[in-house]
């Protein structure tokens, strides 16, 4: 059972229910009944959300910080009960509008769109050919070596307990290898759902 603190709800990702907006950017949502903040969800009131609560935040706020992560819970997941951080990663699609239709894409355009919270890197999966895969950070992009799917799940993710964990993908073709990869890994398969900001 998870406490309903930050400390308690660190890493963690939760459906909940958007109660209220405060400003354009963060929203009030139920979680189990108590209060959470929710990064990124303010025009989504009335609607059951997922979102990760960061884990690099450590004082204890208010009321717990999360960032929005998709909708749609009910339809897949519809007996959810979380995932702790070490049972999921993170996928998701480049929008066709994205600026790069090569790779590697930029830090600033997966942060334009997209904001499961803190993420030191991501993995960004070209379109045309294995060599055309990077770790992306805000400061560089890095080819990797290890460039087969199952190899950058073991090998090139962040450590669970200190950032979100995402793989990125230009085509339905990559995204099946995705998936297909993190379920052999025992890992679920959250989507990141696209959002401008």
Same mark, same amino acid.
């Given at each position: 059972m998870r406490e309903i603190t930050q400390e308690g709800l660190s890493g963690r990702l939760e459906k909940v229910l958007v109660e209220r907006s405060i400003n354009p950017r963060c929203s009030v949502a139920l979680l189990d009944g108590e209060e959470v903040l929710v990064n990124g969800a303010s025009d989504l009131v009335g609607t059951e959300c997922l979102v990760r609560f960061d884990n690099r935040i450590k004082k204890e706020a208010r009321s717990p910080i999360s960032y929005f992560v998709s909708t749609g819970v009910s339809q897949v997941y519809p007996h959810f009960n979380g995932f702790a951080p070490e049972e999921y990663v993170f996928y998701g699609m480049w929008p066709a509008n994205t600026n790069s239709q090569n790779a590697p894409h930029?830090?600033? !355009?997966?942060? $334009?769109?997209?904001?499961?919270?803190?993420?030191?890197?991501?993995?960004?999966?070209? !379109? %045309? =050919? !294995? !060599?055309?895969?990077?770790?992306?950070? %805000?400061?560089?992009?890095?080819? +990797? @070596?290890?460039?087969? #799917?199952?190899?950058? #799940?073991? =090998? $090139? +993710?962040?450590?669970? *307990?200190? $950032?979100? @964990?995402?793989?990125?993908?230009?085509?339905? %073709? *990559? @995204?099946?290898?995705?998936?297909?990869?993190? @379920?052999?890994?025992?890992?679920?398969?959250?989507?990141?759902?696209?959002?401008? %900001?």
């Open positions: 930029s830090y600033d !355009e997966f942060s $334009s769109v997209f904001d499961p919270g803190y993420t030191t890197f991501f993995v960004d999966i070209g !379109e %045309r =050919n !294995e !060599e055309e895969r990077y770790l992306i950070s %805000r400061r560089k992009k890095t080819p +990797l @070596r290890d460039t087969a #799917i199952p190899l950058i #799940i073991g =090998n $090139s +993710l962040p450590d669970y *307990d200190r $950032s979100s @964990r995402v793989i990125m993908v230009k085509n339905h %073709r *990559d @995204r099946g290898r995705v998936l297909s990869a993190l @379920r052999q890994n025992k890992l679920q398969p959250i989507e990141l759902e696209a959002r401008a %900001r």
